[in-house]
């Protein structure tokens, strides 16, 4: 038993977003450190939409206490890296700052809801 009294602790998991990727996650809008901007593709502009679906959904859900999360835990590839095996050729970008930092606007929009819950990251 949890210590709030449930038989089970609830958690937020997210995994495999893959900012950097054409066929990931990728922010509207979000400037390059060149200044340059991105369009997103229609499955990145689909999947961003899914991704702001999801957040809504659970800003409902803890509203209505219907959960309660108690942490959010990061299951990895937030960040597609240098694609060296397709040499870029699926690359919005291979600067590794630039996914980084498009993956913390990603996640800072997810967890707005959030803001006052652990955030755990596993490798």
Not at 4 to 27: A, E, M, Q, R
Not at 44 to 66: F, G, I, N, P, T
Request: glycine share 8%; charged share 25%; proline share 5%.
């Amino acid at each position: 038993m949890a210590s709030n009294g449930k038989p089970f602790v609830d958690l937020l998991v997210v995994s495999d977003i893959h900012c950097g990727s054409i066929f990931g996650l990728w922010p509207p809008d979000f400037k390059l450190a060149d200044g340059a901007a991105y369009r997103l593709n229609k499955g990145q502009d689909y999947l961003w939409k899914c991704w702001l679906h999801l957040r809504d959904r659970l800003a409902v859900a803890v509203d209505a206490k219907s959960i309660s999360p108690a942490a959010v835990v990061f299951l990895g590839d937030g960040i597609d890296g240098r694609q060296e095996a397709q040499r870029a050729t699926e690359a919005v970008t291979v600067r590794l700052s630039d996914q980084k930092e498009a993956f913390v606007t990603a996640m800072q929009c997810l967890l707005e809801p959030f803001k006052e819950l652990p955030v755990y990251g596993i490798a």
